[in-house]
């Protein structure tokens, strides 16, 4: 069958082959994609000829986002059928400064009024910042090890974690990320630097592991292609601190490990970091949501958080948004029986 006859934007939809190219995949898989799973158009044009909607392609595009991510075409095609189709957004809005927990690696300046002109005496620009996040700049500024790690705890221990992540540690993080913006990456070391010694000092500052209470356990990682741990790291700190147990999974957790790990911890909450649209999945998040165990007529599931500006836009249905490492802890506290 010849997509050729027909010219490209039709009025009566897009070819087969024109919507081949729009996805990045063969015609075949396409078609395939049709006779398998029932992904085809809605109507069709006079003729043979096939013509896809703006809410087929949506469908599609739901399609690849899915198998990207690991899930078998199968269960992929299941989702993207279930997921209500609308046609493909613009671009959303850049995330609010109040998002979910703060990035750590910001890929853009703030506008210049933001950027106060204090700068500390350590070249970074940390305006009304408390005065701790001026000591933690200049020690990451010189490589200073043992002057970093007392100053990270001190803060730890003056006001707590999650005061000390959200008034010390994200301002001089965001501060060190403007830096090696601003400077040509001359200070991707400094950053590096300072977010191992972040880390670590969260762990040194976290009490012991909390043990297992049947159906009080929270999930943490990041979904596929995601490698930005910190915010999940302070998270499992500041619940740790509170008693409750947490089941930490880092960076890349592939889609066959989540859903493993999930089934296999039955825990009250899943909380899934992206820091990047590319890699927020809405699908895999309302296919976590959806899961299901325990004994009939006693089923439960879990409450999936979506955290990090990768979800900033519409939201997931069937998933909580929390505003902040403060309130997500918060919601956690509440969720989980003591």
């Not at 909607?53 to 199968?74: N, V, Y």
């Not at 010694?197 to 976290?206: I, N, P, T, Y």
């Not at 490990?257 to 039955?266: E, K, P, W, Y």
Request: with cysteine.
């Amino acid at each position: 069958m010849s997509e050729r006859t027909e010219p490209a934007g039709h009025e009566g939809g897009l070819t087969t082959g024109e919507v081949a190219r729009r996805l990045g995949v063969a015609p075949t898989t396409v078609r395939t994609w049709d006779h398998r799973y029932g992904l085809g158009p809605d109507r069709h044009t006079g003729g043979r000829h096939r013509r896809w909607t703006p809410a087929d392609l949506a469908r599609l595009e739901r399609m690849c986002a899915l198998t990207a991510t690991g899930i078998s075409p199968a269960e992929a095609a299941r989702l993207a059928r279930e997921t209500p189709a609308s046609a493909p957004a613009a671009a959303p809005a850049p995330a609010p400064a109040a998002g979910p927990a703060p990035s750590v690696t910001p890929r853009r300046p703030p506008a210049p009024e933001a950027m106060p002109a204090s700068r500390a005496g350590s070249g970074l620009r940390l305006g009304d910042a408390r005065q701790e996040c001026k000591g933690i700049a200049r020690a990451a500024l010189r490589l200073d090890a043992a002057a970093l790690d007392r100053l990270l705890l001190d803060a730890i221990r003056e006001h707590g974690l999650v005061a000390a992540w959200a008034e010390v540690i994200v301002p001089t993080l965001q501060a060190v990320g403007r830096k090696w913006e601003s400077s040509g990456e001359r200070y991707v070391e400094v950053e590096h630097f300072l977010s191992w010694h972040v880390s670590g000092a969260l762990r040194r500052a976290a009490p012991d592991t909390v043990p297992d209470r049947p159906g009080a356990t929270t999930v943490l990682a990041c979904v596929p292609g995601e490698n930005h741990t910190l915010a999940l790291e302070v998270l499992s700190a500041a619940l740790a601190e509170r008693g409750i147990p947490v089941r930490m999974f880092g960076g890349a957790l592939p889609v066959e490990s989540l859903i493993a790990a999930v089934r296999r911890t039955g825990p009250a909450a899943v909380a899934l970091w992206a820091q990047s649209r590319t890699t927020a999945s809405r699908p895999l998040a309302q296919h976590v949501a959806a899961m299901e165990w325990g004994v009939r007529g006693a089923r439960r599931s879990p409450l999936v958080l979506t955290l990090g500006p990768g979800w900033s836009g519409r939201p997931v249905p069937g998933t909580a948004r929390p505003h902040g490492l403060a309130d997500t802890v918060r919601a956690l506290e509440d969720l989980v029986p003591r």
